[in-house]
Nanobody, 125 residues
């Protein structure tokens, strides 16, 4: 599965952006899809995840209530709607997917087999 993340850009604090993750080669059916972010010198951080079958969602505490992960079945996309963006949300955001991720591992980058290239989100004051 090849993943493509898009939608990053420059936004003012308090603004919104929507990221999308597209898969080529197959559908997301049966997969768990996660969004992670990383800034220079820091480890990759879990942001949100969704189990395609059933739609169960997971969020990092830092984004809960501000970000929403969702799936678009018709277009085989996983979107991350980011509202009330803060300066500390600035990062490169990447999507990842894998089959058969147990719930306790959804937040772990090592649980994901497929990664897309990142898209940069910059939040300015």
């Amino acid at each position: 599965v090849q993943l493509q993340a898009s939608g990053g850009g420059l936004v003012q604090a308090g603004g919104s952006l929507r990221l999308s993750c597209a898969a080529s080669g197959r559908t997301f059916s049966g997969y768990t899809v996660g969004w992670f972010r990383q800034t220079p010198g820091k480890e990759r951080e879990f942001v949100a995840g969704i189990k395609w079958s059933g739609g169960t969602t997971y969020y990092a505490d830092s984004v809960k209530g501000r970000f929403t992960i969702s799936k678009e079945s018709a277009r085989n996309l996983v979107n991350l709607q980011m509202n009330s963006l803060r300066l500390e949300d600035t990062a490169v955001y990447s999507c990842a997917s894998s089959r058969t991720i147990i719930t306790s591992s959804v937040r772990m980058p090592s649980a994901y087999a497929n990664w897309g290239q990142g898209t940069l989100v910059t939040v300015s004051s």
